[in-house]
């Protein structure tokens, strides 16, 4: 165990790499660590923009461009690493293989790697899927690399966030909301009465601070938003939160996912698949940790969260462009 857990200090100057830093939770992660004046952090992802977005909120982090599915000189920024955070994940995709590359393949790669430099702390991150009734390539492609990380024999802790929401937001509630702007009408299946827990991104990256610090070897935490919430009280909340005025009008589930089969089929990326209105409509509820007895904070309301994701000067008028 660390010093950091020991004695209550923090060596602010220990190597921390980061993998998919260039995401929402790593934006906002290496956000809030040098913000706690963390000053030896490592960025690495395969987003070019992103990454760029990321060394330019944060001068003096070192970005470093490398597709973890591929053998690579990335492997040397792993010498001398004191804490490893995996949070690479393809969380869309038309098609199996993106999710296998990225989700498995390049997991297989970064373990190997993580063993060869004998970093002595993990921090996993996982998604509440694992426990998801839901059966798409997302779900089981997590569900399989978190079993490869516990397999793995390295030292360190999983967490299992559900749906999150926050600055950099590039899908999920940010396109939402983007979206919300563009159109006459907002759409949402059925009769929108499916329950949701989103969970805060800085509330999620201080529990991840929480594990670098403290290194809680062997636990598996899940972390659930605090507030059930429905999701179309979620799309109501954006539009206040927001300022407009747009309808929201409720379209037959099958007609719904009729047109995003349609959209699928003419689209490379589209922001919504027919596979996540699935595990939309899928009935999760789940339960997670104490935030507060657990991590030592308490987290954020849900109106107060949305209005920071939304309303913050600086980072609300950022996304990372998507991956997937």
């Not at 290496?30 to 909120?57: F, I, P």
């Not at 991840?208 to 290194?215: D, G």
Request: net charge neutral; proline share 5%.
């Amino acid at each position: 165990m660390s010093n950091d857990a020991v004695d209550g200090t923090i060596d602010y100057e220990k190597k921390i790499v980061v993998t998919g830093a260039a995401g929402l939770v790593g934006q906002n992660l290496v956000l809030l660590l040098r913000e706690s004046g963390y000053r030896n952090l490592v960025a690495l992802d395969k987003q070019s923009a992103n990454l760029n977005l990321l060394a330019q909120l944060n001068p003096g982090v070192r970005t470093l461009e490398a597709d973890l599915a591929m053998p690579g000189s990335w492997t040397e920024a792993l010498e001398g690493c004191d804490t490893a955070v995996i949070l690479h994940a393809q969380i869309t995709g038309k098609t199996a293989q993106p999710f296998v590359r990225n989700n498995l393949d390049a997991s297989r790669n970064v373990f190997d790697a993580l063993r060869g430099a004998r970093v002595p702390f993990v921090v996993h991150v996982s998604s509440s899927v694992v426990n998801s009734v839901a059966d798409d390539h997302y779900t089981n492609t997590k569900k399989a690399q978190e079993r490869l990380f516990l397999d793995s024999g390295l030292t360190g802790c999983v967490l299992r966030p559900t749906l999150m929401y926050g600055w950099f937001d590039p899908k999920h509630f940010g396109w939402l909301a983007r979206f919300m702007e563009r159109v006459p009408v907002f759409p949402i299946p059925g009769d929108g009465r499916y329950l949701r827990q989103p969970l805060y991104e800085r509330d999620f990256c201080k529990a991840i601070q929480w594990c670098i610090e403290q290194r809680p070897a062997g636990r598996i935490y899940d972390l659930v938003g605090q507030e059930r919430i429905h999701y179309i009280d979620i799309i109501r909340a954006i539009r206040n939160v927001k300022g407009l005025r747009t309808p929201i009008v409720c379209i037959p589930y099958r007609l719904f996912d009729v047109l995003l089969r349609a959209y699928a089929l003419v689209s490379s990326r589209p922001p919504f698949t027919s596979d996540q209105l699935k595990a939309l409509t899928a009935g999760d509820d789940f339960s997670g940790v104490d935030i507060e007895r657990t991590f030592g904070f308490k987290p954020l309301s849900f109106s107060d969260g949305i209005r920071e994701t939304f309303c913050h000067p600086v980072y609300s008028q950022y996304a990372v462009e998507r991956t997937g």
